[in-house]
């Protein structure tokens, strides 16, 4: 069992469940009880595929594993890649499977959409550089989507997905510039365009994040409590100051300021 729980990295799985549930927040705020079953159901998706999506990732990555990952199933020979690959298959289908108990045709169309990304990803985008980031971000932003879809209002998490899909692009490009030297396999966007010009395209990916933000105070959605967003976004414009000279820095500033943003989203949509 622990050799399965390390392949799917059920820490991360769970950590998954709160753009899903800040996203029922968000729609619902303190309404979400009613919506109980729908939520159980769209984290319980949300676990089941990011853990497929893991295994698939450790299926394709295995030849890299043995150096960048060690101490992974598979590099270790605890697990064959192809019982990963069998695991991954199964949990990705349950995935698929659980999302019709919601009878909403959006987040069927959400998780099924996610479904074909992520494969897609773990194929042939991931290598491709730009393209990977782009579709690991918007994998993040159907997260809110998905919890929105959940409660029947999934206009009002549009701005916060997007949001999140932004600066997730700009802080997927820190880490490419982060990992330059060691990456294996794939043409990223810091040795397609130089580190600078990469550099400049997530700088602008975590200033227009922030931009959108003023969307929901401008349309009245949110509470005073909302106004904490303006942290985070101190934090994004920062980070696309310093990412030019340190991106390690800039991607790690990333997380705390969408730690912020959440908070700033989920109070401002419970305390009106």
């Known amino acids: 069992m ?24 968000i729609a619902s705020g303190t309404g979400v009880a009613e919506h109980w079953f729908n939520v159980i ?7 089941l595929f990011i853990a497929g999506g893991n295994a698939f990732n450790d299926y394709t990555d295995r030849d890299i594993d043995r150096t960048a990952h060690p101490g992974r199933p598979i590099p270790t020979g605890e697990m064959r890649p192809k019982d990963a690959l069998i695991a991954g298959a199964a949990v990705f289908v349950l995935s698929a499977a659980l999302s ?4 909403d045709l959006l987040c069927i169309s959400l998780v ?17 550089g730009f393209v990977g980031n782009v579709t690991i971000a918007v994998l993040i932003g159907m997260l809110f989507l998905l919890g929105g879809a959940a409660v029947g209002n999934v206009e009002i998490v549009i701005v916060g997905a997007c949001m999140a899909a932004l600066v997730n692009v700009g ?4 880490k490419d510039v982060e990992d330059m030297g060691g990456d294996e396999g794939r043409r990223t966007l810091p040795m397609r365009i130089g580190v600078r010009n990469a550099c400049t395209v997530a700088a602008v990916a975590l200033i227009v994040g922030p931009v959108l933000s ?46 912020i943003a959440l908070a700033a989203f989920i109070l401002g949509a419970v305390y009106i």
């Open 112 to 128: 099924l959409i996610a479904c074909v990304l992520m494969v897609s990803y773990e194929l042939f985008l991931k290598r491709r």
């Open 100 to 103: 019709f108990l919601m009878r």
């Open 2 to 25: 622990n050799k399965y729980l390390r392949l799917f990295r059920f820490g991360n799985c769970l950590m998954g469940t709160l753009g899903v549930l800040a996203g029922a927040l």
């Open 41 to 47: 159901v769209a984290s319980a998706v949300v676990v």
């Open 214 to 259: 003023v969307l929901p105070i401008i349309m009245g959605y949110f509470g005073p409590l909302y106004y904490l967003i303006f942290a985070a976004d101190a934090v994004f414009i920062y980070s696309s100051y310093i990412i030019y000279g340190d991106a390690r820095r800039a991607q790690k500033l990333c997380k705390y300021a969408m730690l």
């Open 171 to 174: 802080r997927e490009i820190a």
